[in-house]
Nanobody, 121 residues
């Protein structure tokens, strides 16, 4: 069974930094785009950043210049470096991967369980 497991969340003061990591495991044939989404209490889940297999990236306007997404295709991992954090960045962050499981001809969208990030003094 394919699994995405996030790590690295926690409590940080405004202006601080955190690094989130996500590892995909299981019977995976190919991973296309990977990304990070977040959901604040009472709000919908929104895209934070995503990265293609070739390394092209795009970011939400609210995090552009502060967050950096990267991936390691050899390890099936994706990371999110978050700098200059603001209270409005507080949310549960979810890892996402558009992948093709081994033995399947179709791509599917897989999600991690989420990791909580709280920015507060």
């Amino acid at each position: 069974q394919v699994q995405l497991v996030e790590s690295g969340g926690g409590l940080v003061q405004p202006g601080g930094s955190l690094r989130l990591s996500c590892a995909a495991s299981g019977p995976i044939f190919y991973i296309d785009t990977m990304g990070w989404y977040r959901q604040a209490p009472g709000k919908q889940r929104d895209l934070v950043a995503r990265i293609t297999r070739g390394g092209s990236t795009n970011y939400a306007d609210s995090v552009e210049g502060r967050f950096t997404i990267s991936r390691d295709n050899t390890k099936n991992t994706v990371s999110l470096e978050m700098d200059s954090l603001k209270p409005e960045d507080t949310a549960v962050y979810y890892c996402n991967a558009n992948l093709r499981p081994t033995g399947s001809t179709r791509f599917s969208n897989s999600w991690g369980q989420g990791t909580e990030v709280t920015v507060s003094s």
